[in-house]
């Protein structure tokens, strides 16, 4: 199946640096990736659509001057932690979407995830 | 709106029983109905999905899921519960009314006793 890396795999930062987290989708294109933010025993949250091209749509509350998303390329997006504090501590998983045409003609979508990345911000 | 239930944040059962976790979903249009799995300290990964067809869909790891479309439910089965299976399972929906963004249900963890 697709595969989506993502970089790094952990991190640990001082408060105030930023970080920037990688998410690459390898053997497939993808114009729409996908930020989620997951908190202990908590469900996925989703953070924001990363568009290919255009600017990244965020969902309510996630702050865009914080957490800033680039989508340069159709298999590169990248999240960066912008000054972050420990409370930005938590798991990060990028997804990307892959669509494939049937031979009936009707698209299929599927998502494929990344491994995740850790932050963790002393 | 969209919303995906999963009734029961930990499901507990012994190795070798079987194993049944529930999802059920709210959506106006067709779904399509997805089950990921995450193992300790991982990220996701597919199980399985249903898009058209067959509504008994088989995945990875001998997991099973049926779409029942009367009960608007997508339940997750293994006949026999190995102590590999323990981790976090999410059931999410997605349609075109969403532009296929996954909704996600809160995760059910699965513990295995020996």
């Known amino acids: 199946g697709a595969v989506v890396s993502q970089h790094p795999s952990r991190v640990i930062c001082k408060s105030g640096t930023s970080v920037k987290i990688e998410c690459r989708s390898l053997?497939?294109?993808?114009?729409?990736m996908f930020w989620y933010r997951q908190f202990p025993k908590k469900s996925l949250m989703l953070m924001a659509t990363?568009?290919?091209?255009?600017?990244?749509?965020?969902e309510q509350g996630v702050e865009k001057d914080k957490f800033l998303i680039n989508h340069a390329s159709l298999t590169l997006s990248t999240l960066t932690v912008t000054s972050a504090h420990p409370e930005d501590s938590s798991f990060y998983i990028c997804?990307?979407?892959?669509?494939?045409?049937?031979?009936?003609?009707?698209?299929?979508?599927?998502?494929?995830f990344g491994p995740g990345t850790r932050l963790l911000v002393l | 709106a969209q919303s995906v239930t999963q009734l029961g944040s930990h499901v507990s059962v012994s190795e070798g029983a079987l194993v049944l976790l529930r999802c059920n979903y709210s959506?106006?249009?067709?779904?399509?109905l997805f089950w990921y799995v995450q193992y300790p300290n991982q990220g996701l990964q597919l199980l399985l999905k249903?898009?058209?067809?067959a509504t008994l869909v088989k995945g990875i790891n001998g997991f099973e899921a049926e779409f029942k479309k009367s009960e608007t439910s997508f339940h997750l089965t293994k006949p026999s519960a190995h102590m590999s299976d323990a981790a976090e399972y999410f059931c999410?929906?997605?349609?075109?009314?969403?532009?296929?963004?996954?909704?996600w249900g809160a995760g059910t963890k699965l513990i295995i006793k020996p």
């Open positions: 997804s990307a979407r892959d669509t494939k045409v049937g031979t009936s003609g009707r698209a299929r979508e599927t998502q494929y």
């Open positions: 053997d497939f294109q993808a114009t729409t």
């Open positions: 990363s568009n290919e091209g255009s600017k990244a749509t965020y």
């Open positions: 959506s106006s249009v067709p779904p399509y």
């Open positions: 249903y898009t058209t067809g």
């Open positions: 999410a929906v997605s349609d075109w009314n969403s532009n296929y963004q996954l909704i």
